[in-house]
C-alpha cells in the first residue's frame, strides 16, 4: 500500500517538473523571440535557408606562360601617349565624315604628345594631300592615311645596332645629366652579355663622385667588366685605358659611359669630341655614338638633341623614360627634324626594360584600340 503511495508521489512530481520545464522554456523562447524582435533580427526557419549555390568545378587554366625575358612590350609601355593618342581618335573613330573639327582634334592630338609644331603641320599637310587625291571623306578612312604617313616618316634610317663579331666594337653614350646614359649602357650591357659577347665598361664620368659606382654595380650585376678612374680624372685616360684593356682581352665591346655635365657647354662637347678621338685611334672600332634623350622632357629634348649633333656625329637616339610621358609624339619630331634614327627605348628603370624600336609596333601600339 505504501509502495503505491510512493509511486503515486514520484509520478505526480514528475509531472509536476515536466508541466514546469516546458513552462519556462516557451518563457525563453517567448523571450528571444522578443529580444530578436527588438533587434530586428529576422528568425530564420530551415525552410528559408535556400541551398548554396555551388558552381560547377572550373577546369583549371594552364599556367600563364612566363613573359620573355628583355621583351617588354612597347604597347604595355606606353600607356600614357596611347592615351592622348586614343582621347582623341576615340572621339573622331565614332565614324562619319571628316570636317573641320576632325583637322583641329587630330593637330591638337599630335602637338599634346610633343611631335612639335613644325612636324605636326608636316604631317597634316601631306595627310590632307593625300585624303584629297584620294577623296577620301570618311574619319576611318583619314586614320589609315595618318598611320601610313606617320609610319613613312619613321621608316628612314638604320635602326640596327653595329656590332659585328670578330672585332673590337666601340659604342659611345652622350646626353645631359640624368637622362639615362648610364641605365642604359647597363641595360645594353646585359642584353649583349646575354648573347655571349664580352662587354667592358669605361666610366668616363669621372665629373660625378657616384657615377663610377653606380657603373660598377651594373658591370656586376650583368657580368661585365669595368675600368675607371679616380673622380676628376681625365675622361679621356679612362677611354684609353678600357681600349687597352678590350684589346688585351679580346672583348667584342666597349660602351663608354659619358659626364652630362660640365663647367660650360663648350667644355662638354670639347670633351666629347677628345673622347671620341682617342676611341677613333683604333681605326673602325667606333661604330655608334648614341644620344640619350629622355621623352619626358618633350620639345626641351629636342633642342640637347640639336646640340649634341652638332657637336659629335650621333649615329643614333636612345629615347628613355617612355614609360612613364604622354610625351612619346618626340620619336617622331626627333626622326623628322633631326633626321636620326631612334634605335632604342628605355621604357622602365630595370635592365630587362629596353626595347629595338621598331616604327611599324610603334605605330600599331599608337592606334590600336
Ligand atoms: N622610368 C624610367 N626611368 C629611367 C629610364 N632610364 C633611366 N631612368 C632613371 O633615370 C634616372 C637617371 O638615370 P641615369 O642612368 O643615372 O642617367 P645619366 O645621368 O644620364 O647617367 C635614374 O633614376 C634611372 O633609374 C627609363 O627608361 N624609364
Ligand atoms: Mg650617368
Do not use: Y
Amino acid at each position: 500500500m505504501s509502495e503505491l503511495i510512493i509511486v503515486l508521489i514520484i509520478v505526480v512530481l514528475g509531472l509536476a517538473l515536466v508541466g514546469l520545464g516546458i513552462g519556462a522554456s516557451r518563457r525563453a523562447r517567448r523571450h528571444t523571440e522578443q529580444v530578436s524582435r527588438d533587434l530586428g533580427i529576422l528568425e530564420i526557419k530551415p525552410a528559408d535557408i535556400e541551398p548554396p549555390e555551388i558552381d560547377a568545378p572550373v577546369p583549371a587554366e594552364p599556367p600563364e606562360p612566363e613573359p620573355e625575358r628583355f621583351k617588354p612590350r612597347l604597347r604595355d609601355r606606353l600607356g600614357k601617349t596611347r592615351a592622348v593618342f586614343a582621347g582623341a581618335f576615340g572621339g573622331l573613330l565614332g565614324g562619319g565624315n571628316i570636317d573641320d573639327d576632325t583637322w583641329d582634334e587630330l593637330e591638337e592630338a599630335l602637338i599634346l604628345a610633343d611631335v612639335g609644331v613644325p612636324t605636326t603641320t608636316r604631317i597634316l599637310d601631306d595627310v590632307k594631300a593625300r585624303v584629297a587625291a584620294d577623296k577620301i571623306t570618311t574619319v576611318d578612312g583619314v586614320s589609315g592615311v595618318l598611320q601610313a604617313e606617320i609610319a613613312s616618316l619613321l621608316e628612314a634610317g638604320s635602326r640596327t645596332l653595329v656590332c659585328p663579331t670578330g672585332e673590337m666594337n666601340v659604342w659611345m653614350f652622350v646626353g645631359v645629366n640624368g637622362v639615362g646614359k648610364t641605365t642604359t649602357i647597363a641595360k645594353l650591357a646585359q642584353r649583349e652579355t646575354a648573347q655571349g659577347r664580352t662587354v667592358v665598361l669605361a666610366a668616363a664620368d669621372t665629373f660625378r663622385a657616384a657615377a663610377a659606382e653606380q657603373l660598377g654595380t651594373w658591370a656586376e650585376r650583368v657580368g661585365a667588366d669595368l675600368v675607371r678612374g679616380q673622380q676628376g680624372a681625365d675622361p679621356g685616360s679612362v677611354v684609353f685605358d678600357a681600349m687597352s684593356a678590350a684589346l688585351s682581352r679580346s672583348a667584342d665591346l666597349v660602351l663608354v659611359d659619358t659626364a652630362g655635365r660640365m663647367h660650360t657647354k663648350v667644355n662638354l662637347m670639347e670633351e666629347l669630341k677628345k673622347l671620341r678621338r682617342i676611341v677613333e685611334r683604333t681605326p673602325g672600332a667606333l661604330k655608334e655614338v648614341l644620344l640619350v634623350v629622355d621623352a619626358s622632357t618633350g620639345q626641351n629634348g629636342l633642342a640637347q638633341a640639336r646640340n649634341f649633333a652638332e657637336a659629335v656625329d650621333v649615329t643614333g637616339i636612345v629615347l628613355t623614360k617612355l614609360d612613364g610621358t604622354a610625351k612619346g609624339g618626340i620619336v617622331l619630331a626627333i626622326q623628322a627634324e633631326l633626321g636620326i634614327p631612334v634605335k632604342v627605348v628605355g621604357v622602365g628603370e630595370t635592365a630587362d626594360d629596353l626595347v629595338m624600336f621598331d616604327p611599324t609596333e610603334f605605330v600599331a601600339a599608337l592606334f590600336d584600340a
